[in-house]
């Protein structure tokens, strides 16, 4: 082996191969913080004009905003970090999109080879510490496997069921010489994603989907992902079927549309829950039956039902809930040969069964579980800012939010007819994100309006990116919903822990509209009712001003539909019931 | 020792599970840290390169309920590194593991373990004044069996290999 650091003639050091890695990856943005371990690489990016660096506040903030960048364009998002505490700092980020399988490649300083294992300064074992939370990682220990695991890593991070991949280089291969070649495929014999679906599977589900009295189509997160809406439309067109989608998967079926009966689970609707509940042939495409989803599997699975799921992850299928037809491949290509088996086909639905099923949903639908109690003059009802936001939007900006309360009505409340435009933390759950996430949309779309849909304990565990959003002049609008509690769980400690609310009162906010304002954007407050929608109207007319907006919300407002942690579907609590929060109350245990 | 596959499964039953992977740094606590995370068995795990250097072959005894075995294999599939997993309780196999126990081998002993140890075609691979190191081969619940068969205040040390697998007659586990 060639050890020596001198340069040959064509030949180029580490860190600039990386640039034309990026380059030949079509990378457009990288969001990143420089440190000691990556100089080289900064260095090298100082010099290159392929693609533009977005410099972040926190380095969980630039995984994040890649991340987001990703769900809305579907490309693979790409962070650079430094080692030690660049490379903690991005773990989070990595934890979140691993847990909602996001395409990213995160590049992470290291301390020089020699130096590894030594306790270095700002030495940590990212391999080691980021193994539970991405799909793979690698540490590259020569200069010339750069490229090459460079493109393993784009390859593995968008395949499949996609997910972040870590390559981690250490400071001295960045520095060393070798020749640029970038591969032109990969080719792997350990990692081969499936892609078609089993043909006599998908002619089973088809006859299965015919038979139905009373289906539903349940969508989620990889319906999204797999870019298979116009798939699943046609499919539930043609068929005439009831469709929900869950969190991650809002957008994935128009939710203006009449067949769609809302979100599904913990806070999903009444009409939604119960037809899950009550089916005899369930679709779910790029779904998991997670937790959150039908709440306990033994209640979910004491009424029989036939369960086609379509994943291209087979590790997902029979997890918790074991399904009667399973299919592992790319959801569009199964949803479009199932499209494709229907149109050929000349048995149709079971008319008279799906109108009885229709009937029955239609009343489940009249109970309006989403509705609120929107009467107060002097309130404001976080439920009433989020439907005029869809309002004022014409239903057309991408919306990010934070976790908690505001993120469940920002799902309940604002239609999404498009897929990629609901960008939020679904599987890990990460306070924080809503900022660092608008970024990335706004990045991704310079023209498109992007709303910021979060609480005043979320917005600061990542409010030092104000700064962020000044230096590249991104008209992003923050609406938050302030109700001086960490609200979901101030929620909970009333309903299970007998209104003892342990911590989760927000003393000490800061003065929202100065502290925007001394970054320069344009701040808000908003106490009244009357004032919400014009002041929505004034923010969006500010096409180039980042704009804070500090509604002050009712403090005691819970997020109804609510299955409580371990029960079944069917037993949720529904907020039109007047005694809501004492059913809750009782659901404990 | 042979053992053949059980013709029906019990609620919680014992796995022998092979995989080839590729023979690069950390695979090994990439299997090791999926175990752990999940919260599946590990009752051991025996892991060497093979004949070809790029690949290694791993041997995990675990246990679970048929879910969960199937999870596994699924979860061990997804791992990039992995190239082929196998069952060997989906067919007919063969399991070794190597013990090396020493034993107390002073007066009436010194003839008592070298029975023992015939019995269980044991090789007394080490000499010593007051002890004798036994090397024995054979599947796990016949090691079990010759640790059982001796008094406990015999035993002076014990260490096990684990099992290692490999299906019978066609059954072939190759890239």
Redesign the interface.
């Known amino acids: 082996m060639d050890d020596s650091n001198q340069q040959k003639i064509g030949q180029i050091s580490g860190a600039e191969i990386i640039m034309r890695c990026l380059h030949e990856e079509n990378v457009k943005f990288v969001f990143g913080y420089p440190g000691g371990a990556v100089l080289h690489i900064y260095d090298a990016l100082f010099k290159q004009k392929y693609f533009k660096h977005i410099l972040v506040r926190h380095e969980q903030a630039a995984v994040h905003a890649a991340d987001a960048f990703s769900r809305a364009t579907g490309e693979v998002g790409v962070a650079l970090v430094t080692s030690g505490p660049g490379a903690t700092n991005a773990v989070t980020g990595i934890a979140t999109a691993y847990m909602d399988s996001i395409p990213m490649v995160v590049i992470s300083g290291q301390v020089p080879t020699a130096a590894i294992g030594m306790d270095a300064f700002q030495e940590v074992d990212m391999?080691?510490v980021t193994?539970?939370c991405v799909?793979?990682n690698f540490?590259i220990k020569d200069v010339r496997d750069i490229a090459s695991t460079l493109k393993k890593a784009f390859y593995?991070a968008a395949s499949g069921r996609p997910g972040p991949v870590v390559v981690d280089i250490p400071k001295d291969i960045t520095a060393d010489f070798a020749d640029f070649d970038y591969p032109k495929s990969v080719e792997?014999?350990?990692?081969t994603p499936v892609t078609k679906g089993h043909s006599g599977q998908i002619k089973k589900a088809v006859k299965i989907l015919l038979e139905a009295k009373r289906p539903m189509i349940y969508t989620g997160g990889g319906l999204v992902l797999g870019d298979a809406s116009n798939e699943l439309v046609k499919l539930a067109r043609t068929l005439d079927y009831p469709v929900t989608n869950t969190l991650m998967g809002l957008g994935g079926y128009p939710a203006t549309d009449n067949q769609y009966v809302g979100m599904l689970g913990m806070h999903g609707t009444f009409e939604a829950n119960n037809a899950m509940q009550d089916c005899d042939v369930l679709l779910a495409v790029g779904a998991r039956f997670d937790d959150r989803v039908i709440g306990n599997p033994d209640h979910f699975l004491s009424v029989p039902r036939t369960i086609i799921h379509i994943d291209v992850?087979?590790?997902s299928i029979?997890?918790r809930v074991?399904v009667d037809v399973p299919i592992v491949g790319h959801v569009q290509s199964v949803l479009g040969e199932m499209n494709e088996l229907l149109a050929a086909e000349t048995k149709k639905p079971d008319a008279s069964a799906l109108k009885t099923w229709w009937a029955t949903i239609n009343d489940w639908r009249a109970k309006k579980s989403a509705s609120y109690d929107g009467s107060s003059s002097s309130i404001i009802k976080p439920q009433y800012v989020i439907e005029k936001l869809w309002e004022v939007t014409k239903g057309d900006a991408f919306i990010t939010s934070d976790v908690g309360q505001h993120q469940m009505w920002a799902a309940q409340y604002y239609k999404f007819d498009k897929p990629r435009r609901w960008i939020n933390s679904g599987g890990l759950g990460t306070m924080g994100v809503g900022l660092p996430y608008a970024m990335g949309c706004q990045l991704a779309y310079p023209n498109a309006q992007v709303a910021c849909v979060t609480g005043e304990g979320s917005i600061q565990m990542n409010i030092q990116e104000l700064s962020t959003c000044k230096q590249f002049h991104l008209p992003i609008k923050v609406i938050l919903l302030n109700n001086r509690y960490l609200g979901m769980v101030r929620q909970w400690q009333e309903f299970f822990y007998e209104n003892r609310y342990s911590e989760s009162y927000m003393d000490s906010l800061p003065d929202f509209v100065k502290l925007a304002e001394s970054y320069g954007h344009v701040g808000m407050n908003i106490e009244k009712p009357t004032d919400v929608e014009g002041a929505l109207q004034d923010a969006f007319a500010m096409k180039d001003k980042f704009v804070f907006m500090n509604f002050m919300t009712d403090q005691k407002e819970n997020v109804f539909p609510m299955v409580p942690n371990g029960k079944g579907l069917s037993e949720m609590i529904l907020g039109s019931d007047p005694n809501a929060n004492d059913a809750a109350d009782e659901m404990e245990g | 020792m042979q053992m053949t596959q059980p013709t029906k499964w019990k609620a919680k039953m014992k796995h022998i599970i092979s995989l080839l992977m590729e023979n690069e740094a950390g695979a090994l606590s990439r299997v090791a840290g999926l175990f752990s995370a999940r919260g599946y068995n590990i009752e051991s795990l025996t892991v060497a390169p093979t004949e070809d250097a790029t690949l290694s072959r791993m041997t995990i005894v675990t246990s679970g309920s048929d879910e969960v075995i199937e999870q596994i294999i699924k979860q061990l599939n997804k791992l990039v590194d992995v190239v082929k997993v196998l069952d060997l309780n989906d067919g007919r196999y063969i399991e070794r593991e190597l013990m090396l126990v020493k034993v107390k081998a002073t007066g009436a002993l010194r003839e008592e373990m070298k029975r023992i140890s015939d019995i269980f075609r044991g090789r007394i691979i080490d000499v010593a004044d007051g002890s004798y190191t036994i090397e024995l081969t054979g599947s796990g619940s016949k090691l079990d069996a010759f640790l059982e068969a001796l008094d406990k205040t015999v035993i002076l040390e014990t260490v096990r290999t684990g099992a290692s697998g490999i299906g019978r007659g066609d059954r072939i586990l190759k890239v």
Request: glycine share 6%; no cysteine.
């Open positions: 391999v080691g193994r539970p799909k793979h540490l593995i792997m014999r350990s990692y992850d087979p590790s029979s997890k074991k």
